[in-house]
């Protein structure tokens, strides 16, 4: 069973930057999808990046309403899937959730991630 916790998230100001990280507890072997959801009050939960891994190298992908602001990564060394946000906006305003797959995930509709994490609170003001 993998465990996934995130940190990171907190208030800030439009335009600002945050840098969210998400740790498993076990290191991954072979393909994986590491991914970061939002859901916001009365929404659904939403896609908002993901990076697989697999034999062939990484790939990442993001929805298209934080394209060229956040950036999704690995380390390998500490062993999180981490997600740098900048330019934040208040429609950002969200509880940001970090999920993982032991595959590599071609459509990125939460059921198809098997495990998350608790969820983190992200607040931008205007």
């Known amino acids: 069973q993998v465990q996934l916790v995130e940190s990171g998230g907190g208030l800030v100001q439009a335009g600002g930057s945050l840098r969210l990280s998400c740790a498993a507890s076990v290191r991954t072997v072979g393909s994986y999808t590491g991914g970061w959801f939002r859901q916001a009050p009365g929404k659904e939960r939403e896609f908002v990046a993901a990076i697989t891994t697999n034999w062939s190298g990484d790939n990442t992908y993001y929805a298209d309403s934080v394209k060229g602001r956040f950036t999704i990564s690995t380390d390998n060394a500490k062993n999180t899937v981490d997600l740098q946000m900048n330019n934040l906006k208040p429609e950002d305003t969200a509880v940001y959730f970090c999920?993982?797959?032991?595959?590599?995930?071609?459509?990125?509709?939460?059921?198809?991630?098997?495990?998350w994490g608790q969820g983190t609170q992200v607040t931008v003001s205007s």
């Open positions: 999920a993982a797959a032991q595959w590599v995930v071609i459509n990125h509709a939460p059921r198809n991630y098997d495990y």
